[in-house]
């Protein structure tokens, strides 16, 4: 396990400066991976010619969701390589998160979006609270 999250914190900070979000430091994306309610990811497999078999493995997207284990969960950075958008994988990778998540029980699933990719999440039933703004933020003031 200590491989895989090495190699996901690793994917996801490449993924990261690719799709333009803000920089972060390693040592938090390792805590979030880390401290996720769950982790999915996608991997493109090759068989390798001439290899008796031999497969090779790339992660090519992933998300991850924080939970409070009982009602309440959010999809965070949902990443597929820039080579491979397009595809429905994003798509893939956010069905499997909300099956995963309403086979535990959890009813309550929420997320965060760019404004460029809002209309993306909304396809997959996402829709902006319909009552007004629910959700507040509190930023430091440094």
Do not use: C
């Not at 490449?14 to 996608?42: C, D, F, H, I």
């Amino acid at each position: 396990m200590r491989r895989n999250l090495s190699l996901k914190k690793s994917y996801f900070l490449k993924r990261n400066n690719q799709v333009g979000w803000p920089r972060r430091p390693l040592t938090k994306v390792e805590a979030a991976l880390k401290n996720s309610y769950m982790v999915a990811s996608l991997h493109l497999i090759r068989q390798l010619p001439d290899s008796d078999g031999q497969e090779q493995r790339e992660l090519i997207g992933m998300a991850r969701a924080t939970s409070d284990h009982a009602f309440n969960a959010t999809i965070w950075d949902v990443l597929v390589d820039p080579r491979y958008q397009g595809q429905g994988l994003g798509k893939a990778l956010v069905e499997q998160m909300i099956r995963a998540l309403l086979r535990r029980d959890i009813g309550n699933i929420t997320l965060f979006a760019d404004a460029q990719v809002v209309d993306f999440y909304r396809n997959l039933g996402f829709e902006t609270d319909p009552e007004g703004i629910k959700g507040m933020f509190w930023y430091p003031r440094f």
